[in-house]
């Protein structure tokens, strides 16, 4: 331990003490430590100092409007989400069955191939209704689908007619009727 | 939600503990929480901005945003310890943005020809009338002339350490610097504000 210093803190000392006292050289803040003319200094000049801060803050308006936050984990959520996402699932069906027909008229037309018919079939019927056998009648009890009316609907310009299936393509427990 | 200490004598470990659990109750979604919070330095923020800013309504806009911003960003918040200094940091970051935002207004409205006097309305509308008015704007301009010539960080540290009542600890993470060049800054702008004649000026309005 350094002996205690005999002279007091200069200008630029008493400046650093009032940043951090704990920074002064050992001897110095021994003798601030001791001195009760260099303590008073410097709470003399910190006072002097925050006392600005004291009337700035007496001074400044007082806030006039409270903030709050409510339900932040629903905030989180991106807007529209859901829509945006069976907006493209009903765009990828309807690009999914005009690219069957455009296949199937191309390649398979003239031959009348049932695989086709099948296909079509199927596409049609999951375009229709994309539940299980099982659900179907379920469903159509409990929220019944608007009647088929090809002038009706607002998406026939979306997906073309591709001629009707054949009655025994699709098992009669299956078919929606209007 | 947790409660606060129980009585106000109970020490500042015990509001530390306090403070430190409404920060982890609100980093886990609690809103109850995150208002206690606000409601805790709201005040602290909307001043330290108009110290800054000098525009009531603008300092009130500023001050929800730093809040919502601290909202949307407390699960990257790693230490709870450290809300106040990051909620600091939020807002010091939103001053620098509005400053950038009215420089640029400054010169678009160089450019433009209509009547702007009415812009002085914002304040006088909020200011106090006569004496008292005269008295709080001749303390600002005298602020400012106290702190014209430090540089921008000095400025900063000056305005952290004395206005804001923030340790160097604080103000190190505020302005993202190690807690040596803070007291530098500080250092240097002591130099300089002792050496104001405005400082005398300033400590003698004080009651
Ligand atoms: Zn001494």
Known sequence: ?178 | MTQPPSSPGIGRDADARWLTELVRSARQGDDLAFNRLIDLHHEAIYKMIFYRIKDAMDAEDLSQEVFLQACRNIGRLRQAANFRAWLFRIAVNRVKDYRRRKRWSFIRGLFRTEDLSGQDGRLAVQAPEGPERVRRQQFWQEVDRLLEPLSPAEQEAFRLRFFDQLSIKEIGQVLDKPENTVKTHLYRALRKVKASPFLDRLAEAAP
């Not at chain 1, 650093?16 to 003319?37: N, Y």
């Not at chain 1, 999914?96 to 086709?116: E, I, K, N, T, Y």
């Open chain 1, 1 to 178: 331990m350094s002996m205690p210093s005999e002279k007091h803190l200069d200008y630029d000392e008493l400046l650093k003490a009032v940043v951090d006292a704990s920074d002064l050289p050992d001897g110095l803040r021994e003798h601030l430590d001791h001195c009760p003319q260099c303590q008073e200094q410097l709470q003399r000049t910190t006072q002097r100092l925050e006392s600005i801060g004291r009337i700035a803050a007496r001074l400044a308006p007082e806030p006039s409007r409270s903030v709050r936050v409510h339900g932040r984990r629903q905030a989180r959520r991106p807007l529209g989400g859901g829509r945006m996402k069976s907006f493209m699932a009903m765009a990828a069906v309807a690009m999914l069955v005009v690219l069957v027909s455009v296949w199937s008229r191309h390649f398979f037309a003239p031959s009348g191939s049932d695989q086709v018919g099948q296909l079509i079939a199927d596409v049609n019927r999951l375009v229709e209704n994309p539940l299980p056998a099982g659900y179907s009648s379920l469903a159509a009890v409990a929220d019944p689908l608007p009647t088929a009316d090809p002038a009706a609907d607002p998406t026939a310009f979306i997906v073309p007619e591709v001629g009707p299936p054949g009655a025994g393509d699709i098992p009669e427990n299956e078919r929606i009727t209007g």
